[in-house]
């Protein structure tokens, strides 16, 4: 048996209130896998409260759904598992705040790359179409033991696979053509 691990890294361009944006999008992502992990539903409130003191940047990117009682409800979205809201990866905000542009530099060992996918689309709207690749590794040489694949993510869709995804549709559309 062997251990795959997802990894990421990449850099992107961005205005300087996506990078408070996206800081504040990785530090709720923490706040919300820890300290709320297993409230009680009278423990609502205490999510509701913190909700209510993020940014208006943040609140207007992830409204509240009418139709949820957790405010967070839009922002777990982002996961194809909402009850694991970690994006697994670090992020780095270089460049002068004052600047027109500055550079967040995303890494994992064992990121996310859906969500970081998705999360690019909901913030970092001036960077957009953007593309980043992603690597998939096995800790032992074994048959289909390493692979990748990529993302790129327009402000309406998300675009891409891995690449033994690629690999198999390309061999069926060849066979069926042979």
Known sequence: MANHYL???FAIPLMPQEAILLKECFAVSTQLSSDFAEL???GMQAVKTY???LSEGFRNTFPNKPEEEDPFADFLDLWSDPGFPEFDADLIIQGDPEAKTQFAFISGHEADVPALASLIQKVCKSALPFGFQWAEVADKDIADGFGGG???VTDTEIFGGSTRWLMKETLQTLRAGA
Do not use: D, F, K, L
């Open 7 to 9: 990894q990421t890294a």
């Open 40 to 42: 009680s539903s009278n």
């Open 150 to 152: 990529y993302y790129v």
């Open 51 to 53: 909700y209510a003191s």
